[in-house]
């Protein structure tokens, strides 16, 4: 028999979405799935871009240039511009299929095979996959869920880069623990590389997803960032259009765009209608990004407490993005959650999670954690909750193991 490479046998499965099999056994058998386990926003997307597509009708759906629209970039500059007050170019702009197209281009273009970058874990499953794909080592640095996910210090950062360290790679808010860096924090990772001469890639994806009155700072605002930061940002999250695949890699620096221009050429063009209906979400006033911080403010109050009033469950409050990664009294998630869809429910109704082991390079570490996303109403997710500890309280007395 023919083997596959033994790059594609050392990826491991998304931990979003390899539990999806049973979900939709689940789901086959009649029972209801409460989806906790990814980042898709129940929020309708927003009319604007649904009537742009109605007024649209090219007669061929064709390329647009390999970089995007003229038309997608300046409206990306114009709102990056009067929303963030980051003044900005569309030149400074490469369109790509989502933000994980954003970070291949990244990843490609800032390293070279056997490469490191420094990593924060928990970190987001897709960089460790984009890792083995590209040939580029994770270096991880550990933040802890007992010191609320916090950044470790300039030392610590400073003492774990290697001769081959080429970058730091910041989630800011973090997928998937929702810490959220401020700006003192950002500052400091900015001064290593610097000193260092790396580069700062920062997937800023949910920026627009920061509570408690806390102020986003981008890595784009630091001192000389023209010459090492490079921006990693998607329509996705902010206008629940996941399904659009528009996004973009930012840079002042013209070399590095030039680069990854290149790959861009390489896999043609993005999406032609995520970024003519793109152009019109760019547009909303600033009304579109209140609501949404509001909303999913409120969201993380209701599960944070929800989530505390169970018995041997530990959540840090966390200040972004819409996720919550809570340790459970269980000694293996990947277990629990497959037993979740698999052997369990509440009036017909059961919970996914994400497995925290998932977002750690070595999959030992992580076996108690979940990363939940809030993306649900309220009432799913009180609902959410109460199922959660129901199961909780039976597989601690019955430890029933997964077959």
């Known amino acids: 028999m023919v083997a596959i490479?033994?790059?594609?046998?050392?990826?491991?499965?998304?931990?979003?979405?390899?539990?999806?099999?049973?979900?939709?056994?689940?789901?086959?058998?009649?029972?209801?799935?409460?989806?906790?386990?990814?980042?898709?926003?129940?929020l309708p997307t927003p009319a604007s871009f649904w009537e742009v597509l109605q007024k649209n009708h090219p007669l061929v759906l064709d390329y647009t240039e390999s970089g995007g629209t003229q038309a997608f970039r300046e409206a990306y500059a114009r709102f990056y511009t009067e929303i963030y007050g980051i003044p900005l170019e569309p030149t400074h702009f490469l369109?790509?299929?989502?933000?994980?197209?954003?970070?291949?281009?990244?990843?490609?273009?800032?390293?070279?095979?056997?490469?490191?970058?420094?990593?924060?874990?928990?970190?987001?499953?897709?960089?460790?996959?984009l890792g083995e794909a590209t040939g580029i080592r994770l270096r991880p640095i550990q933040s802890h869920l007992e010191e609320g996910f916090a950044l470790p210090s300039p030392s610590a950062l400073e003492a774990a880069l290697t001769e081959r360290t080429r970058a730091i790679l910041l989630c800011n808010p973090s997928n998937p623990t929702g810490k959220l860096y401020s700006e003192a924090e950002v500052h400091q990772i900015?001064?290593?590389?610097?000193?260092?001469g790396l580069f700062l890639l920062s997937d800023e994806s949910y920026r627009d997803y920061c509570y408690d009155g806390e102020k986003f700072f981008s890595a784009l605002e630091l001192p000389e960032a023209e010459d090492f930061v490079v921006v990693v940002d998607t329509l996705s999250k902010r206008?629940?259009?996941?399904?659009?695949?528009?996004?973009?890699?930012?840079?002042?620096?013209?070399?590095?765009?030039?680069?990854?221009?290149?790959?861009?050429?390489?896999?043609?063009?993005?999406?032609t209608l995520g970024q003519i209906a793109g152009v019109a979400l760019l547009s909303l006033p600033k009304?579109?990004?209140?609501?949404?911080?509001?909303?999913?403010?409120?969201?993380?109050?209701?599960?944070?407490?929800?989530?505390?009033?169970?018995?041997?469950?530990?959540?840090?409050?966390?200040?972004?993005a819409f996720y919550l990664m809570p340790q459970l009294p269980v000694q293996d998630t990947d277990a629990f959650a497959q037993w979740l869809l698999e052997r369990f429910d509440v009036d017909g109704t059961t919970v996914m999670v994400a497995p925290g082991s998932g977002f750690f390079t070595d999959p030992s570490q992580g076996r108690t954690l979940v990363r939940i996303a809030y993306?649900?109403?309220?009432?799913?997710l009180e609902r959410a909750v109460e199922i959660l500890r129901a199961a909780l309280n039976i597989y601690a007395r019955e430890n029933i193991p997964i077959l």
């Open 5 to 42: 490479s033994q790059r594609a046998q050392r990826v491991p499965p998304s931990p979003i979405r390899k539990l999806v099999p049973y979900a939709n056994a689940a789901k086959a058998s009649g029972k209801k799935v409460l989806h906790l386990n990814i980042g898709q926003p129940d």
């Open 239 to 271: 206008y629940s259009a996941c399904g659009a695949r528009v996004g973009a890699l930012i840079s002042r620096n013209t070399d590095v765009l030039n680069a990854a221009l290149k790959w861009a050429q390489a896999r043609l063009a993005p999406p």
């Open 375 to 380: 993306v649900l109403d309220v009432p799913h």
């Open 190 to 196: 900015g001064e290593i590389c610097r000193r260092h």
């Open 287 to 320: 009304s579109h990004y209140d609501y949404v911080r509001q909303t999913f403010q409120k969201r993380r109050d209701v599960l944070l407490e929800g989530l505390r009033s169970i018995s041997g469950v530990v959540c840090p409050t966390v200040q972004g």
């Open 95 to 129: 369109t790509t299929t989502g933000g994980s197209e954003a970070l291949l281009f990244a990843f490609l273009t800032l390293l070279d095979p056997g490469e490191e970058v420094l990593v924060i874990e928990p970190t987001y499953a897709n960089y460790i996959g």
